[in-house]
């Protein structure tokens, strides 16, 4: 199991299966890979932390996000691809992401790895828990 801790503002993209993969710094742990289980979740470390979803991993490849666009596992995105990679994590455009992470981070940001997850696949999604489902 990794657990993945996002701001609140991306819960309802989560929720609603629009986000589907996030971009990480690499550090001292490793990310998850095709196989592992996934714990998303809003607020960790604090009182009002909650699980958003448990999903499987479908992949992780490393990720460069730069001013024309973005390198994922070696090979260029750009133009429509790009637009796609921003829907998936989440932003209403590519030039968001981009604007996003120079915000975060400084652009280029090198040294990351996209976690792409199932979300038709989820074992819990808090919306069911919240109806009174429980966590598996």
Request: proline fraction near 4%.
């Amino acid at each position: 199991m990794v657990a993945y801790n996002f701001q609140a503002d991306f819960a309802p993209d989560i929720l609603s299966g629009r986000k589907l993969s996030t971009i990480r710094p690499n550090g001292k742990r490793r990310h998850a890979v095709a196989g592992d289980e996934l714990q998303l979740y809003v607020g960790m470390r604090t009182s009002s932390c909650r699980l958003l979803l448990r999903v499987p991993c479908l992949y992780s490849k490393p990720v460069e996000i730069h001013h024309w666009g973005a390198v994922i596992d070696g090979v260029g995105c750009m133009g429509a691809n790009m637009e796609k990679l921003a829907g998936i994590e989440g932003f209403a455009s590519a030039g968001n992401m981009q604007a996003w992470f120079d915000n975060r981070y400084g652009l280029p940001a090198v040294g990351f790895t996209q976690i792409r997850w199932d979300f038709a696949a989820a074992t819990f999604h808090a919306e069911s828990a919240d109806a009174g489902g429980s966590v598996p």
